[in-house]
């Protein structure tokens, strides 16, 4: 279990099974951070972030007698919160069309010629890319693992990663032929 | 070597565990050519800094939300719990005391707890048509009902725990619980009124 991140991890989710409120604010103040960092970096706005932090941890509250501690703990937290960020796009996704989105940002900035730094390159991507990019690229899930929680096919997750991966270059200003 | 260099989805196959159809081919390519080196490099020194990105976080403490609309969606469960199998039980309960002891003090305590139930029940009921955890609360009114939600919890907990004991029902204990489940519940109406009344509705 996550030693660095909840110290007696066992003996608090013992207690967070029985309902215990000290035990389940515990595993919230452990995984608030990862949890919103991983939402906020997929996620548009701070304000879906923070609903996916609120349905996550409701979720965990819920669910945490079904945690079985056959992975870390913060392993299955994060499973959750990645399922309740890739909902929270979807749902967005019926609101405005993210590819269109995704195009005309897209032809902007690289008409543009501007050099961003990577947190606003990393933010001008769609949501679908930018989620692709930050589940494969920094929590380390496989393609596989991405299309199955998107619904989509291994391949759709490579294409957004290479398109993703391309336009980042282009909006650093790294130079080179690929 | 090829003329033509590495598209990114091939530059990126190369960085995934085993061996794709054309990643012979592709790193044949790549120990060749110096400019795909250099994009390999750019590749993974790109993901190093989004490795490398310092952590974002909450503007605002989320917790008090989410504990109490776990705690509301519990006390609902329990309450259903209660008026499906908690009435039922006590009615068996009745019938083995009245069978097996015939004492009057044992068989008003399952009055009393009888009547304690019902109460909770129609808190429970009162409750529901506030509606808390569909309402924004002001923070000393969110702090007082997350007290009393976490003090209905535990007694909730109390509660389980002693039903499910394997021997004799402790009647005076069930009673002495449930009293307590309903003078916080009244406590939580009360607050939820004062708050409704306050902001007019």
């Known amino acids: 279990m996550d030693s660095s991140l909840l110290a007696n991890a066992d003996t608090v989710v013992a207690r967070a099974r029985t309902g215990d409120p000290e035990a389940l604010a515990s595993l919230y103040r452990a995984f608030e951070v990862p949890v919103y960092n991983l939402a906020r970096r997929i996620c548009r706005t701070t304000e879906d972030a923070e609903d996916v932090l609120q349905e996550t941890f409701f979720e965990v509250c819920r669910s945490i007698g079904r945690y079985r501690e056959e992975g870390s703990l913060w ?25 269109l989105h995704d195009e005309v940002v897209g032809k902007r900035t690289e008409d543009s ?13 769609s949501e679908t890319s930018r989620a692709v990019v930050w589940l494969h690229d920094v929590e380390g899930y496989t393609h596989e693992e991405i299309a199955s929680m998107m619904g989509k096919t291994p391949s759709f997750s490579k294409s957004q990663l290479a398109r993703a991966h391309s336009r980042l270059r282009t909006w650093l200003g790294e130079e080179g032929a690929a | 070597m090829s003329q033509t260099h590495l598209s990114m989805e091939a530059l990126l196959s190369l960085r995934e565990p085993g061996v794709e159809p054309g990643t012979a081919t592709a790193r044949e390519h790549l120990n060749q050519c110096p400019v795909c080196q250099a994009e390999l490099d750019r590749l993974h020194q790109r993901v190093a800094r989004l490795k490398a990105l310092p952590p974002l976080r909450p503007g605002r403490d989320r917790w008090p939300e989410t504990n109490a609309r776990f705690r509301a969606e519990r006390r609902r469960r329990t309450g259903r719990m209660a008026g499906l199998t908690g009435l ?7 019938a083995v005391i009245s069978l097996g002891r015939m004492t009057q003090p044992a068989h008003a305590t399952v009055e009393q707890l009888y009547q304690t139930m019902e109460r909770s029940q129609a808190l429970e009921s009162a409750l529901s048509q506030y509606n808390p955890e569909g309402r924004m609360l002001d923070g000393r009114t969110a702090r007082m009902a997350q007290e009393l939600e976490d003090r209905i919890a535990r007694v909730d907990r109390e509660l389980e725990a002693t039903e499910l004991l ?22 939580l109406v009360d607050v939820h009124v004062t708050r409704a009344s306050n902001a007019g509705l």
């Open chain 2, 166 to 187: 394997p021997q004799e029902a402790p009647e005076d204990q069930l009673l002495r619980l449930w009293r307590e489940r309903v003078g916080l519940l009244d406590a």
């Open chain 1, 75 to 99: 392993g299955w937290v994060r499973t959750i919160a990645a399922s309740k960020a890739l909902m929270r796009i979807r749902r967005n996704k019926y609101r405005d069309t993210d590819e």
């Open chain 2, 88 to 94: 039922a039980a006590a009615a068996s309960l009745a």
């Open chain 1, 113 to 125: 010629h501007l050099r961003m730094d990577l947190e606003a390159a990393l933010e001008r991507l």
